[in-house]
């Protein structure tokens, strides 16, 4: 953490004059992107990424995401077979299933830092991917010369998301019949989306800055007819879909019209339905599974090695060692503490138990339940937090403190698009994300020539 360190001490050596100047930087991100999380806070000076830190972590985010298509058949054979073995909701199924033509593939990587290093959290393979909006952070750090200078000093940058993903989907919409301006619906599930308005409306907002119609919309609000995708009288060449797998279940047929305008290439779908599955947890235990089996390349195998944590399905009637599953009775002779319970399907959090921070009896009994569900869990290390000493506003004075970052690397398309980062403070283990109220920022590293 060297360019934190240094970012510490270029403060400390400002003082007093630093505190003054950060406490009006904060304010004005408040002002300005304090709306897009309103339980998050938000991160006064960015968090800097070492060189070869960063290096790190986009090598892990295009190996990993480039081969997650693959792990259906390396694992199980062929999609079918993996889509009954991992028990995919039936009404989830088809949208998995279908083969989309035209999409760009949106992805965030999330990393933890542990004592060792860095370590994979997840992979987010979706539209509904927070910190797209990152951007408006850093344009408003970026007009604070106490900060900036230091940034520029150390030749610090960071990528705007949608910058890329727009420039992206503007090549897609080559071969579509477009009369004007193509156009682009940031589209939420009915009812769920309330939460992500603002955050939702500055995408819509970028979107129309880089040459697109937007609109803001839900799932029920468009039609499929005569071969194109319609909200109103407008067509729709493009779908952000902000709505998750996890949504559909409660009215798949409402979200039909999304699906076959996608399949038949009447649409540009931001990451594909089966992204975003083949993404899910359970890709973490295919993936240990794949390199026990001596089924990875090389490469693939020693980033699963050293950034993924151990994973595997929950089966509540026992399975073998060596396949991706691991029962109750094989499971009980673990130290619950550390182990953490996930869905394989979900989102912010939802239904994670972290046995660090629950008591046995609660743990197994949630273990229990989990394996007599229809939805498929996974039993995940944990990855034990690595605090990192950043500063901060306390009471008007600059503090450092132990911070756990969780940092978010996006790509679009494979290619690499920006850093987000959220924070929870303290050492103490915990769920770290916004409707946590982790703080969130920028993250910037070296620029690479």
Not at 166 to 171: I, K, L, N
Not at 222 to 236: A, N, S, T
Not at 244 to 266: F, Q, R, Y
Request: aromatic fraction near 8%.
């Amino acid at each position: 953490m060297r360019l934190n360190a240094a970012l510490v001490d270029y403060l400390a050596a400002c003082r007093p004059a630093a505190a003054p100047v950060l406490q009006d930087l904060s304010a004005e991100l408040q002002k300005v992107v304090g709306a897009y999380f309103p339980s998050a806070g938000v991160a006064t000076v960015p968090f800097l990424v070492d060189a070869d830190d960063h290096a790190q972590m986009c090598r892990g985010t295009d190996v990993l995401t480039a081969g997650l298509a693959a792990l259906p058949r390396l694992v199980f054979g062929d999609l079918e077979t993996a889509v009954r073995e991992l028990r995919v909701q039936q009404a989830i199924a088809p949208f998995v299933e279908e083969d989309i033509p035209l999409s760009v593939r949106l992805a965030r990587s999330d990393f933890l830092h542990e004592p060792a290093g860095w370590r994979m959290g997840e992979i987010n393979l979706t539209g509904g991917a927070g910190g797209l909006i990152v951007e408006d952070y850093d344009d408003v750090v970026r007009r604070y010369p106490l900060v900036a200078d230091f940034l520029a000093e150390h030749r610090l940058s960071n990528v705007s998301p949608l910058s890329m993903l727009a420039g992206a989907a503007t090549e897609r919409c080559a071969g579509l019949a477009i009369d004007d301006r193509p156009a682009v619906a940031v589209m939420d599930w009915q009812g769920v989306g309330d939460a992500q308005e603002a955050e939702q409306r500055r995408i819509a907002d970028f979107y129309q800055a880089h040459g697109f119609d937007a609109v803001l919309c839900h799932h029920r609000e468009v039609r499929y007819r005569d071969g194109r995708l319609w909200h109103g009288r407008r067509p729709i060449h493009v779908v952000h879909r902000a709505f998750l797998l996890e949504d559909i279940p409660t009215d798949p047929a409402s979200a039909m019209p999304v699906l076959e305008a996608a399949a038949d290439g009447a649409t540009v779908l931001i990451s594909t339905f089966r992204d975003e599955w083949l993404a899910g947890k359970a890709a973490f235990a295919m993936l240990h599974d794949a390199r026990r089996r001596g089924l990875l390349d090389p490469e693939a195998s020693e980033v699963v090695a050293s950034l993924v944590p151990p994973t595997w399905l929950l089966d509540g009637e026992g399975a073998g060692r060596h396949g991706p599953c691991l029962g109750l009775d094989e499971l009980r002779g673990r130290d619950h503490g550390e182990l953490v319970l996930k869905p394989t399907i979900g989102s912010s959090g939802a239904g994670v138990v972290l046995g660090v921070s629950t008591p046995a009896r609660v743990f197994w009994s949630s273990a229990e339940q989990a394996a007599r569900e229809d939805r498929t869990h996974v039993v995940q290390d944990l990855i034990v937090p690595g605090p990192v000493l950043f500063p901060s506003l306390d009471e008007g004075r600059v503090a450092v403190s132990p911070w756990q970052p969780v940092v978010g690397i996006f790509q679009v398309d494979g290619k690499y698009a920006g850093m987000w980062v959220r924070m929870r403070s303290g050492a103490a283990p915990g769920i770290i994300g916004v409707r946590f109220r982790a703080s969130w920022g920028g993250g910037w590293a070296p620029a690479v020539a």
